[in-house]
């Protein structure tokens, strides 16, 4: 496995972070309405998730909380986690004092019991590690025996599109720079051709059950007509799982 760190030309005056206290506020503000997260990624979880009616959920990576609130909405008894005390603060401000969430990190253990969910929802969060053994393998034990682990990632195709002269086949940690809310952030990622993806899944001891590539969500065409030509325009950026804890 390479881990040689890659990073795009303009990009070695700032130091890669996966930190996201530093722009919290920033982030929680860009992603709340935007195409990727408000009309792409949550929808699919959402839609992926079905009817989730008293379910006992762990939204990992919990974030301000948006999607942890369109959970509870349909039903679901959530729990959030997430590693950014700033994050968590703005979940709390979001979700109210009732809302159970937790300071935690994927790459510890959990402070979950064994058997403690019936789904976990890992959206835009395990392309951040370099390692997903130990994650994927506590997840696998806070899940229920047929609990189902449903993850979106950066889709391991879009990456090669945009750099064709990288290694596609091998793992390793790339930069790249992103704009919320006007603050310039450069994010650290973790490639990871997709036979990598499905073993890590597999090897952890889930079912890979579907493998989605959604359309975004109806709206997106008249909110985002540059990016979304037509109601019925589809494109790649994540790449969707649901997983079924064996």
Same mark, same amino acid.
């Given at each position: 496995m390479s881990t040689d760190h890659v990073a795009p030309p303009g990009l070695d005056d700032q130091t890669p972070t996966t930190d996201y206290d530093g722009f919290a506020e920033a982030y929680a503000a860009e992603t709340e309405s935007s195409l990727l997260n408000a009309y792409y990624a949550r929808p699919a979880i959402l839609d992926l998730a079905g009817d989730v009616t008293g379910r006992r959920i762990l939204d990992v990576g919990c974030g301000a909380g948006p999607l942890f609130e369109a959970l509870r909405d349909r039903g679901a008894d959530v729990t959030g986690m997430e590693p950014s005390a700033q994050m968590l603060e703005l979940a709390r401000k979001r979700l109210g004092d009732g809302a159970v969430l937790t300071q935690a990190d994927l790459n510890d253990r959990l402070p979950f019991p064994d058997d403690a969910f019936d789904d976990a929802v890992a959206c835009l969060v395990l392309h951040y590690l370099e390692d997903w053994s130990a994650p994927l393998a506590e997840l696998r034990r806070v899940l229920v025996s047929g609990g189902r682990l449903i993850v979106a990632v950066n889709h391991p195709f879009v990456y090669k599109h945009f750099y064709p002269d990288r290694d596609y086949f091998t793992t390793h940690e790339y930069a790249e720079e992103h704009t919320f809310s006007d603050q310039r952030v450069v994010l650290s990622f973790w490639h990871r051709p997709l036979p990598a993806?499905?073993?890590?899944?597999?090897?952890?001891?889930?079912?890979?059950?579907? %493998?989605?590539? *959604?359309?975004? @969500?109806?709206?997106?065409?008249?909110? !985002?007509?540059? =990016? %979304?030509?037509? *109601?019925?325009? @589809?494109?790649?950026?994540?790449?969707? !799982?649901?997983? =079924?804890?064996?």
């Open positions: 993806i499905t073993g890590a899944f597999t090897a952890a001891g889930f079912r890979i059950a579907v %493998v989605s590539e *959604p359309y975004p @969500a109806p709206g997106a065409h008249k909110r !985002f007509p540059d =990016e %979304v030509k037509t *109601p019925d325009s @589809a494109f790649l950026c994540f790449l969707f !799982f649901v997983l =079924e804890a064996a």
